[in-house]
């Protein structure tokens, strides 16, 4: 799509020059010779690129940046200048220009001012698209689930998203970690900037410091720039450490420090850098067996272990099944243009599979549900096989205890833990009584 730009230039030539050349590369182009006629076009029309020389009859440039400014934030404003009047258009550019050119310039350097102003601008428009998606697809409610398990995990969710905390999301491979990580970064006062994700079972030992931390020119061979690290990019935002139980001691002395000082250093560097990060970390291992086999820092593990949010496998919460089924259903057919759904028999089918893989498990036998479906019904023949066949588990008195049990237990060891042991605070989030509060953490044997 053709990008409109409003050229404000009061030296004929000069203006024709700028038309001419803008148009020859595809622009739409509209020129003014003084500065009130840009101010009534501005207020008339939708620009994506404004180029205007500073002095000019009627309104100065500086006039224009700010209406425009004002108008559309997003627009670039590109100042001309002549070499005297350089301090103005480097008090433009601290006010909001893009960039500023000196006359007389070649008409290519400015072309090329013109695509990179346009493509910053395309680039920061996408981005504020895609932070409102995703902040509404990261919102809590859109996370799928009508159990207790999963209605406790919310209720700790939406406060936990509103503190500055570290979060540890504990929980089987599967079950929805980095879903939780994004819905406490895009719910959070941070949802402006990144979250950056690590996946620190997958980064070879040798490169994740390289990568968590950066380096230096010259620090090692093949080092030939300085490269910022994943803590530099996370300035500001947030960082997902997932899979952290799988971090070298060494790098977890590193982390550590990042927790405490808010400081690290870049490999080849003796200076500190200073960084605002929020830290997520996940993981599927058991950290206080990992800490006693020495596998695992202990500080590092209390650390981050300020808000621990436990996930429940699927198979503790099959009520959800069907309401996942219905959600994953209707994401993959507006994807792959169909309208399918699954039968009553398939999805009791599914009920009765335990699931190892979990939530991504189900999501995946879903997708090949719905790819290979013959018509409108997908029914218990065209699942996979091995759950097809899976018969239904008698689930016992006694074991429906111990997964309520296990929940309630998690959730008011989640709520201890954010009132930072306010007894008093913890039993009026979850509402009940302090004295029942007391009963219960007995009852579980939980050292509170």
Same mark, same amino acid.
């Given at each position: 799509?053709?990008?409109?730009?409003?050229?404000? /230039?009061? /030296?004929?030539? *000069?203006?024709?020059?700028? $038309?001419?050349a803008l148009k020859?590369? !595809?622009?739409?182009?509209f020129a003014v010779a003084d500065g009130n006629e840009a101010l009534a076009a501005l207020g008339e029309g939708d620009f994506s690129l404004v180029i205007t020389d500073i002095r000019l009859p009627g309104a100065s440039g500086v006039d224009i940046l700010r209406r425009s400014l004002a108008d559309s934030p997003l627009t670039p404003v590109i100042m001309m200048t002549a070499y005297g009047s350089i301090k103005d258009a480097v008090s433009a550019i601290r006010s909001g220009a893009f960039d500023y050119i000196t006359k007389p310039f070649d008409l290519d350097e400015l072309l090329v001012t013109v695509a990179k102003a346009l493509e910053v601008q395309s680039i920061t428009e996408e981005n504020i698209r895609l932070k409102k998606e995703l902040s509404s697809y990261y919102g809590a409610p859109n996370i799928i689930g009508e159990s207790k398990a999963m209605q406790a995990v919310f209720a700790l969710l939406g406060k936990v998203s509103r503190t500055e905390s570290t979060v540890l999301v504990l929980g /089987?491979? !599967? &079950?929805?970690?980095?879903?939780? =990580?994004? &819905? +406490? @970064?895009? #719910?959070? =006062?941070?949802?402006d900037k990144a979250i950056i994700r690590v996946n620190c079972a997958a980064l070879p030992a040798e490169l994740i410091e390289s990568e968590l931390f950066g380096y230096e020119k010259g620090a090692f061979t093949g080092a030939g720039a300085r490269k910022p690290g994943r803590f530099d990019l996370a300035d500001g935002g947030t960082i997902?450490?997932? /899979?952290?139980?799988? *971090?070298?001691?060494? $790098? %977890? &002395?590193?982390i550590l420090r990042v927790l405490e000082e808010r400081t690290f250093e870049r490999l080849g560097s003796t200076g500190s850098v200073k960084v605002d990060v929020r830290i997520i970390a996940a993981t599927n291992k058991d950290l206080v067996e990992e800490v006693k086999k020495g596998r695992f820092r202990e500080d590092l593990y209390y650390r981050l272990n300020v808000i621990p949010v436990v996930l429940p496998p699927l198979r503790k919460r099959k009520e959800d099944i069907p309401l996942l089924v219905d959600a994953f259903t209707r994401r993959l057919g507006d994807r792959m243009g169909t309208n399918v759904k699954f039968s009553a028999e398939a999805i %009791?089918?599914?009920m009765n599979y335990h699931f190892p893989g979990n939530v991504?498990?189900?999501? #995946? +036998?879903?997708e090949r549900c719905i790819a290979l479906a013959n018509d409108k019904s997908i029914?218990?023949?065209? *699942?996979?096989? @091995?759950?097809?066949? &899976?018969?239904?588990?008698? $689930?016992?008195?006694?074991?429906? %205890?111990?997964? $309520? =049990?296990?929940a309630e237990r998690n959730h008011i060891v989640s709520i201890v833990q954010l009132t930072k042991g306010n007894r008093s605070k913890a039993a009026e989030i979850l509402g009940i009584s302090r004295k029942t509060l007391w009963e219960k953490i007995n009852a579980h044997h939980l050292d509170l």
């Open positions: 799509m053709s990008r409109s730009i409003l050229i404000v /230039e009061d /030296e004929k030539i *000069l203006r024709i020059s700028l $038309t001419d020859a590369e !595809g622009y739409i182009v /089987e491979s !599967g &079950t929805g970690k980095e879903l939780i =990580a994004s &819905t +406490v @970064h895009y #719910n959070s =006062a941070r949802k997902f450490l997932d /899979e952290i139980g799988d *971090l070298p001691l060494l $790098t %977890q &002395t590193k %009791q089918a599914l991504r498990e189900l999501l #995946n +036998v879903v029914r218990l023949s065209e *699942l996979p096989s @091995h759950i097809a066949k &899976t018969r239904p588990v008698k $689930t016992s008195l006694a074991s429906l %205890q111990e997964i $309520t =049990a296990e």
